[in-house]
């Protein structure tokens, strides 16, 4: 099955693909020839990604899925949650965030956070959505190297490492993008047979 995930994000294709297995030909943006920044104009996960989808069906033609994703952390008030990505302002930076978040979180004792994933899949003329949470904590300090966007800082509920420590493979088990695309794959597999 040929399917476009609608992001430049290699990161996120990447892991993505690792999840997906073989079964699936998972094309980008690039590959459909879509180069314009694709709309995130809403204050919700769930807008924001159906948006995203809805804008390549409409412009490209092609059955798509799109994501959002955001870290909302207890003692922010759920903050950055849908902002996550441009916490810090334009342009996009993940250095940036975290240094704002880190400062934004200097003497709050409370560390609790999570990070949520929505997945909007246009197939067939219909909607889908999907959802995948990881809870953890929130470090004061960068750790490990691998992963993206807030991973250095986050250590997932049960472990004592890092999304940025861990490898890919174990990343997609337990993290929320993992646990959404799980959903959105079993889904895709019952519909293939």
Do not use: W
Not at 52 to 58: C, G, Y
């Amino acid at each position: 099955m040929k399917i476009c995930f609608a992001t430049n994000n290699k990161k996120k294709i990447e892991e993505v693909k690792a999840a997906l297995g073989s079964e699936f030909q998972i094309v980008s943006l690039e590959d459909i020839g879509c180069h314009e920044e694709l709309p995130e104009t809403g204050d919700t996960l769930e807008f924001n990604a159906f948006q995203k989808a809805r804008h390549v069906k409409d412009h490209y033609g092609v059955d798509c899925f799109a994501d959002d994703t955001g870290l909302e952390v207890e003692a922010l008030d759920g903050a950055p949650g849908v902002y996550s990505g441009r916490y810090a302002g334009e342009p996009r930076s993940d250095e940036r965030n975290i240094d704002k978040l880190l400062d934004s979180m200097t003497g709050k004792e409370n560390r609790q956070a999570r990070f949520r994933t929505v997945i909007a899949l246009l197939l067939d003329g219909k909607e889908y959505q999907f959802d995948g949470i990881a809870k953890g904590e929130i470090l004061d300090h960068r750790v490990g190297e691998k992963g993206f966007g807030y991973d250095p800082v986050f250590r997932p509920e049960g472990y004592e490492l890092t999304f940025a420590e861990i490898s890919l493979e174990d990343k997609n088990k337990i993290s929320h993008r993992g646990k959404a695309v799980k959903a959105l794959v079993e889904f895709l597999r019952q519909r293939k047979f």
